[in-house]
């Protein structure tokens, strides 16, 4: 049996899994959308959205990168996995308790400036996120680098389907105010947290306290590199929110989110095969161990996403005004001009995924740093006299941007070329046998969901 067959085995069955729980969340996120955008209307939304990203700025601001370092030692031999645990539950304490402290002076010193119409008490809720998402960030990086995608999974979903009972639940409670969805964020990510060190903890067997100076010093010199790309890559997505907030107002941020949230979420369709993919090439030595593996990844993700896509574009005039209300009809233009960014953004990810895990965390950066750069000035170029189509032209050109700087390097370490972007009909017959195997697995299922409900005893 070839590398390349032994290779897709259990990487297909862990996308499957991976996907199907991206499928979950991901309509758990609209959902949870949809309700709070009903509930609160454009500009609570709005409002909402400023303080929600402004914890999760912070969070993602200040990771170091040790996350992905988290997972790229954790799938190498030579670092006691007790002790890994330690150190991640050492790391979320002194980066959350730094996280608290900028938040605090940002808030005390800038907050009418960065956030007009925002209140301080909502940012401080927002602020309370931070150590919760430090905690889950890096024991969910853990479980990926044991190669426990199943678990790994279920933490996700868990915070994904927590967050959409608490929003409804505390929005109906608390009467459409804000201050709701952030409670909802709170509890849920508490919550998906202590789940996830339950899970690390029981796997490991245990933990180990005391920093390992050698160790942290190989993390630093890993996730470092990847911090400059990671900051960059949550501001290439998200600076628009803000100057979109700066620039206009709340309301219009709400429009946005409405449009960037669907088009993110059919994107990250993607996301299952990027997560595996990086947690599978941290354990390999060389791009040769998967030089025609990564290319029909690369080749499946972008045929699924642009077919999702081209789907929800066509049905977007009625679904967003079906779904949000007509209150956000006009989210739609900016929707369709953000599908081809969307579309180059999964093939990044799956690019991305590749580059970090062999180790080369500079292109990375680099790739993000095109993005962040092309989204930065067109957006302040085009946001004044454009509004919201403006931004959704920068971010989508941005995301072009960055698939081809990183295709380009990819191509170039793996020593592959462009055509590997064209379909193979080798593809066509792997997706013939994925669909023929889904398919008995589901009437199997089926037929044993019948039988149980024969058997059952009745009343």
């Not at 499957?16 to 969340?25: L, W």
């Not at 998402?133 to 996700?156: I, K, P, S």
């Not at 956000?328 to 690019?351: C, E, H, K, Q």
């Not at 080369?360 to 000035?377: E, P």
Request: hydrophobic content about 55%.
């Amino acid at each position: 049996m070839s590398e390349l067959s032994r290779m897709r085995r259990p990487f297909v069955a862990d996308v499957v899994t991976t996907s199907i729980t991206n499928a979950a969340m991901m309509a758990a996120g609209i959902v949870t959308s949809i309700v709070v955008a009903r509930l609160l209307g454009p500009e609570g939304k709005g409002v909402y959205t400023v303080a929600s990203y402004f914890g999760t700025a912070l969070a993602y601001n200040l990771t170091l990168g040790l996350a992905q370092a988290t997972t790229f030692y954790s799938a190498k031999e030579g670092y006691s996995h007790r002790r890994i645990l330690g150190h991640v539950l050492i790391y979320a304490a002194m980066l959350g308790a730094l996280a608290t402290f900028v938040g605090l002076a940002i808030i005390k010193w800038l907050s009418g400036m960065l956030f007009p119409g925002v209140s301080s008490a909502l940012l401080l809720l927002g602020l309370l996120t931070v150590v919760p998402r430090f905690l889950f960030g890096l024991l969910t990086h853990e479980l990926l680098g044991l190669q426990d995608v199943g678990h790994y999974n279920l933490a996700q979903l868990i915070r994904a389907l927590g967050l959409l009972a608490l929003v409804t639940v505390f929005l109906l409670l608390l009467g459409g105010s804000s201050f709701a969805p952030l409670m909802a964020e709170l509890v849920s990510l508490c919550a998906a947290a202590a789940v996830a060190l339950f899970l690390v903890y029981r796997r490991v067997g245990g933990t180990s306290w005391g920093l390992d100076l050698s160790f942290v010093t190989s993390s630093l010199r890993y996730g470092l590199p990847l911090y400059l790309g990671n900051v960059l890559v949550f501001w290439h997505s998200r600076i628009a929110i803000f100057l979109i907030g700066g620039f206009l107002n709340p309301t219009m941020v709400g429009l946005y989110t409405v449009s960037l949230g669907m088009a993110q979420r059919v994107s990250s369709l993607s996301e299952g095969a990027a997560t595996v993919l990086f947690s599978r090439t941290s354990a390999q030595a060389s791009f040769a161990e998967s030089r025609g593996f990564g290319p029909l990844v690369l080749r499946t993700v972008l045929l699924m996403v642009t077919g999702a896509l081209a789907i929800v574009a066509g049905v977007s005039p009625w679904l967003i005004p079906f779904l949000y209300s007509e209150a956000f009809t006009d989210s739609i233009v900016p929707f369709r001009i953000l599908l081809p960014g969307a579309v180059a953004l999964a093939g990044w990810n799956v690019l991305d995924s590749q580059l970090k895990g062999l180790g080369k965390t500079g292109w990375s950066a680099v790739t993000a740093t095109a993005a962040v750069i092309t989204n930065l000035g067109l957006s302040i170029l085009w946001i004044p006299p454009y509004g919201l189509v403006g931004a959704a032209y920068a971010s989508s050109l941005s995301g072009v941007v960055a698939f081809l700087v990183a295709f380009a390097a990819y191509c170039r370490l793996s020593h592959n070329d462009w055509t590997i972007l064209l379909p193979h009909r080798s593809d066509f017959t792997m997706y013939g046998r994925l669909v023929t195997r889904s398919a008995i697995g589901l009437s199997r299922i089926l037929r044993q969901a019948s039988r149980m409900a024969g058997s059952s005893p009745t009343s």
